[in-house]
């Protein structure tokens, strides 16, 4: 079946595969370091676009085949196939994002996708149909069905890696033509049989021709080529200053009390939950009360992490998704009250929505107008500098004097 294939098509098939795969991780990745997005709009908008990148590369892969002239589309396993492929590559997402990015949730997330873009291989096979028979080479079947559980598992791992940039680019290229090595391992092993020799795949119900199902693909892979170039777009988004609310007459800050030369180091005092950092030896400002705990909303009631556990914590709506440098949890409190809760000695705000801990800063690069940086725990997290807080996030790094 390998003889008389359109190049072109192949060609295409590989590239639009490779976009869907480039578009789905670059939204996957924004999942925890996106500025103010709903996780499940990414989550829902990469499963999404990953799914219509198979499954169209699927029928491009189809139409570039030398298929018998009278071979139609049957309209429901079409629609079945690509349901079973949107299906699989929401689950699997959805299974390796609410957890820890270990082996008991990436193999099984693994297996679960690359089954499923077998069977939308299969399904939409099924759905061929005309006065011939098909049959499959059993071997090149399982050969098929292993590649794309090795696609699966390569794409899953992109995915929890949140890369960027050329190496994103080269993944999703390999994940491409894995996903297309699959496809035509399954056409290498199909036969097409004259009428009257295995079964025949007669038209009975709702078909399409190839000509409209074409109409349907060249829709698609403008969706996928305009998701693709939405993608490549930085997020330009500015914190917004402050409001200033001047006072009806101005007044003069009063003189700051004078500290004896021999005044002793501030000292802290633990308490529950809170740790008080005030001055010894004067009268000064009223002591800072920082926490020592943060609440940790889970399914049976309220927990607490160490402060010295967090990693960053990210706005969202009214409340804070805390990193530990494995997973995120939910805060019930705002980003604000995080902010004023936290020892600023420790965590910095460096963006509207999102805080992290100065401490676990392990690496900082430039990204767009603003920078990059990275968090250490198993999953590295990664959290955007606006422009206006790069210079204070360096100099609280050692990389740059203060103004």
Not at 109 to 129: D, Q, T
Not at 227 to 232: A, H, M, N
């Amino acid at each position: 079946m390998i003889e008389g294939y359109d190049p072109y098509l192949v060609a295409l098939s590989v590239v639009i595969a490779s976009l869907g795969g480039y578009t789905g991780f670059s939204l996957t990745a924004r999942i925890r370091s996106g500025p103010g997005a709903n996780p499940r709009v990414l989550l829902s908008g990469a499963a999404a676009i990953l799914a219509v990148g198979i499954w169209t590369m699927h029928f491009v892969g189809m139409m570039a085949a030398p298929l018998p002239a009278d071979a139609v589309y049957l309209v429901l396993p079409t629609i079945i196939s690509f349901l079973i492929c949107a299906l699989v590559v929401g689950i699997s997402l959805f299974f390796v994002s609410i957890g820890d990015p270990s082996p008991r949730r990436v193999i099984p997330s693994a297996l679960l996708l690359g089954a499923g873009i077998a069977s939308m291989h299969y399904v939409g096979m099924h759905g061929l149909a005309g006065s011939f028979g098909l049959t499959h080479d059993p071997p090149l079947v399982a050969l098929s069905v292993g590649i794309a559980i090795v696609a699966a598992y390569g794409g899953l791992r992109i995915f929890l890696a949140r890369q960027d940039g050329l190496r994103l680019a080269i993944s999703a290229v390999a994940f491409g033509i894995a996903v297309s090595g699959m496809h035509y391992t399954a056409m290498l092993g199909m036969h097409v049989e004259p009428q009257g020799e295995g079964h025949r795949h007669a038209a009975i119900g709702l078909a399409a021709s190839p000509q409209a199902l074409a109409i349907v693909v060249a829709v698609l892979c403008f969706v996928i080529a305009a998701g693709f170039l939405l993608s490549l777009v930085p997020d330009r988004r500015q914190p917004q200053p402050a409001p200033v609310v001047a006072d009806a007459a101005p007044q003069l800050a009063p003189e700051p009390p004078a500290v004896p030369a021999t005044a002793e180091p501030p000292v802290e005092a633990v308490l529950p939950n809170r740790v008080i950092a005030a001055p010894l030896g004067g009268i000064g400002q009223p002591p800072r009360v920082t926490a020592a705990r943060l609440p940790i909303e889970g399914a049976n009631g309220t927990h607490f992490i160490d402060a010295g556990d967090v990693r960053s914590l990210r706005a969202d709506a009214h409340y804070t998704r805390v990193h530990d440098g494995t997973r995120e949890r939910m805060c019930p409190w705002s980003i604000s009250e995080a902010e004023a809760q936290l020892d600023p000695g420790r965590f910095i705000r460096v963006h509207r929505s999102h805080i992290v801990a100065i401490e676990h800063v392990t690496f900082v690069g430039k990204e767009g107008e603003g920078a990059i940086i990275e968090l250490d725990g198993p999953s590295k997290p990664r959290v955007p500098v606006s422009r206006a807080k790069v210079a204070e996030v360096k100099a609280r790094l050692g990389l740059r004097r203060p103004a």
